[in-house]
Nanobody, 123 residues
Framework: QVQLVESGGGLVQAGGSLRLSCAASGRTFSSYGMGWFRQAPGKEREIVAAISRGGTDVPYPAFPRGRFTISRLNSKNTVYLRLNNLEPEDTALYYC????????????????WGQGTQVTVSS
């Protein structure tokens, strides 16, 4: 069993930055690929970033690395998402998720979800 707890969301002006954190319980964090998803009101949930167990991030053209940077620190059981140059369209509830492989995350075959952290970007 893995519990995921996100933090770091908040209200920020357009152009600003945030760093989201997702702390995982349990001793098996390094066994999971990790991902960040987001869901805006009235929209479907979408994957924003993913990182393998070994720390290789998966590129998603819709979410360029320069604006959405995922990283993980297995020694702290934590995965991060750095959000840069935020736009009002980035306003959403951001979730972290765990699955054995990043491909599993992409297929929404997620083993564990966090409860989400709200990011609101004002214009």
């Amino acid at each position: 069993q893995v519990q995921l707890v996100e933090s770091g969301g908040g209200l920020v002006q357009a152009g600003g930055s945030l760093r989201l954190s997702c702390a995982a319980s349990g001793r098996t964090f390094s066994s999971y690929g990790m991902g960040w998803f987001r869901q805006a009101p009235g929209k479907e949930r979408e994957i924003v970033a993913a990182i393998s167990r070994g720390g290789t991030d998966v590129p998603y053209p819709a979410f360029p690395r320069g604006r959405f940077t995922i990283s993980r620190l297995n020694s702290k059981n934590t995965v991060y998402l750095r959000l840069n140059n935020l736009e009002p369209e980035d306003t959403a509830l951001y979730y972290c998720a765990a699955a054995p492989f990043t491909t599993s995350l992409e297929r929404n075959r997620v083993d564990y979800w966090g409860q989400g952290t709200q990011v609101t970007v004002s214009s």
